[in-house]
């Protein structure tokens, strides 16, 4: 059984640091892609980064390029958001999600896209205050 687990959320002011960290476990196949997903109350689930597995080739929503930087430690399956200069705009609950070779028919768009991943966490908040 495939888990993702989510750590690091918690409240800074704007400005501030946090990382994330998403540690997967029990799934058979590869992984490809692995992301991280935020949904903001009364707002659409938004991709904000995604990694390429094997390639490293990384993917950022507009609204945290040059802010947040995606990374993996393969050796501890482990996928991390490092997340700075903060926005109050950031808050969120933050999901980790993941995109096996199992998940291949749902690689249509871009992988910030929540159809590529078969496997989601079950978030971490983050909250900015101002």
């Known amino acids: 059984q495939v888990q993702l687990v989510e750590s690091g959320g918690g409240s800074v002011q704007a400005g501030g640091s946090l990382r994330l960290s998403c540690a997967a476990s029990?799934?058979?196949?590869?992984?490809?892609?692995m992301g991280w997903f935020r949904q903001a109350p009364g707002k659409e689930r938004e991709g904000v980064a995604a990694?390429?597995?094997?390639?490293?080739?990384?993917y950022y929503a507009d609204s945290v390029e040059g802010r947040f930087t995606i990374s993996q430690d393969n050796a501890k399956n482990t996928l991390y958001l490092q997340m700075n200069s903060l926005k109050p705009e950031d808050t969120a609950m933050y999901y980790c999600a993941r995109a096996g070779t199992s998940d291949w028919r749902r690689w249509v768009g871009s992988p910030l896209a929540g159809n590529y991943y078969g496997y989601w966490g079950q978030g971490t908040q983050v909250t900015v205050s101002s």
């Open positions: 990694i390429q597995r094997s390639s490293g080739s990384t």
């Open positions: 029990g799934y058979t196949d590869s992984t490809v892609f």
